[in-house]
Each structure stands twice: as C-alpha cells, then as structure tokens.
C-alpha cells in the first residue's frame, strides 16, 4: 500500500506554519538564526516548495507553544488554528468532531441531573397525592396514629 501526501492537506500544514510563525511574531531570518535553517530553506518551506518540514521548524514552534499535532492534524482548519495556535486541545476536539463525538461539559451533565432529579420528585408528589386522593383511609389512619 502505498502512502501518498494530498497536496492540500499539505498547504493547510504549510498556511498552519505560517500562522504559528505570525502568531509568535517572528521573522523568517529569526527563525533561521534560532535553528540554523537556511533562510532559503524555510521561504521554500512557506511557499510549498518543499515537501518535508524540518525536525528544527517544528521543535522551535513546539518550545513556543505552539500545538504541533494540531499543525498536522488535517481535522484542524486552519482558520481554527489562527484562533488560538497553543491551544493544546484544538487538535483533540477536532478529530473528535470528524469523528462526530461530542464532549459535555461536567458542569452540564450536572445540571441536567439536577433538573431531572427535581422534575421525579415533584412527579412523585403528584403521585403521592392522586394515591392519597384515591385512598382516604389512609389519610384517616395516619391522623389517628
């Protein structure tokens, strides 16, 4: 089986690496003195001139905080990534949401349990009542106890 690169898959990654590059407000020429990459290297790179991207691009933007899986995770649009690049959840939430899964918040399930727990008991009440309504002895033998 042979694995091939989707061409653009590849320029979602690439326009990822530049976001990362914009985000962290740096320059090509700062990049190329923080890695020892040729700056020519890294403009191909930007350009989608080059299909491999450097050990030292990626482990420079992941020593900034930059979330690495979500720069090669093609569930992660890159619009999303522009939002928040360090936000290490990005990628997660996106392959789950291809997956169509979906998360609650604890604080949600919470609150739904509450509800539900509120709404039985105010259907036993009214249960409590309709027997008592239907059943007045009872009433009659709880008053004489």
């Not at 918040?105 to 249960?127: A, C, F, H, M, P």
Request: glycine fraction near 4%.
């Amino acid at each position: 089986m042979e694995l091939t690169i989707n061409k653009l898959a590849m320029e979602l990654t690439i326009d990822k690496l530049k976001e990362s590059r914009s985000y962290l407000k740096i320059r090509q020429t700062d990049l190329k003195k923080a890695t020892g990459l040729s700056q020519n290297t890294i403009s191909r790179l930007e350009r989608n001139m080059r299909l491999h991207i450097p050990i030292e691009y990626l482990k420079y933007l992941q020593l900034r905080g930059i979330d690495i899986a979500a720069i090669l995770n093609d569930n992660v649009t890159a619009e999303d990534f522009r939002r928040n690049p360090k936000n290490i959840n990005l990628s997660l939430r996106a392959d789950l949401s291809a997956a169509n899964i979906r998360i609650k918040k604890l604080e949600d399930v919470v609150n739904n349990y509450s509800e539900n727990i509120q709404d039985l008991r105010g259907q036993v009440g009214e249960l409590q009542k309709k027997l008592d309504s239907r059943n007045p002895e009872s009433k009659k033998g709880e008053q004489a106890g």
